[in-house]
């Protein structure tokens, strides 16, 4: 069964840190993988997704992540978060066209 | 362009009750899916429809049911209602040839 581990369940940063938020995967054939945020009262938006090609993704507003198959790893990072980064980021992975298994995400507090 | 919209916002209800919760999809999908996310936890996946059908489902019990119309639509039943049912049921639609999934702001239902 796929399953989605993210370490780091709180992250509190200052503003202009870097961050970088893991996430590990278990699945045995070929994947999608899917960065999500979910800011507060707002609903889950798309960060950046790996389908195939160069593992180095870059999403919106700054963020990229690295897809490494061989650790079975798709971590999350932004070389420095703003204040407005606060949210809450799920990792998902997918097996093709089917349903989104996610992690139980990591809530991130910058602080000003 | 309008993206997913979900109907109603919140609902409470008591248990034993019924419920049916509604999502229109990001014009041009024509694939939906249900999740579940409980306070604190991940999305967890419910079921997929496509052309009118459930295509995938997750391990929720046959409680859970759902529909989907020609125009695409689709609505999500839960019966004989349970304290634990109460979560956030987001919709999220896509395309069947591309996997990448837009979210709904979700129905909050609370059970008491």
């Known amino acids: 069964a796929q399953s989605v581990s993210q370490h780091n369940h709180h992250v509190i940063l200052s503003e202009a840190a870097s961050l970088e938020l893991g996430c590990n995967y278990s699945y045995g054939g070929t994947v999608n993988l899917f960065w999500y945020v979910q800011y507060p009262g707002q609903h889950l938006q798309l960060l950046l997704k790996?389908?195939?090609?160069?593992?180095l993704v870059k999403g919106i507003k700054g963020f990229e992540a690295e897809f490494i198959k061989s650790k079975f790893s798709f971590n999350l990072r932004k070389p420095s978060v703003q204040w407005s980064d606060t949210a809450e980021y799920f990792c998902?992975?997918?097996?093709?066209?089917?349903?989104?298994?996610f992690g139980t995400g990591t809530r991130l507090l910058v602080s000003p | 362009d309008a993206g997913v919209t979900q109907s109603p916002t919140h609902l409470i209800k008591t248990r034993g009750q019924q419920v049916t919760l509604r999502c229109s999809p990001k014009s041009g999908h024509d694939t939906v899916s249900w999740y579940q996310q409980a306070l604190g936890q991940g999305p967890q996946f419910i079921f997929q429809?496509?052309?009118?059908?459930?295509?995938q489902r997750g391990n929720f019990p046959d409680r859970f049911s759902g529909h989907q119309f020609p125009n695409y639509s689709s609505e999500l039943n839960v019966n004989a209602l349970l304290l634990g049912d109460s979560a956030l049921y987001l919709c999220?639609?896509?395309?069947?040839?591309?996997?990448?999934?837009?979210f709904g702001p979700g129905t909050r239902l609370t059970v008491l």
């Open positions: 999220a639609s896509s395309l069947n040839t591309n996997n990448e999934q837009f």
């Open positions: 429809y496509y052309e009118e059908e459930e295509r």
């Open positions: 790996y389908f195939s090609g160069d593992p």
């Open positions: 998902a992975v997918s097996g093709g066209f089917q349903k989104l298994v």
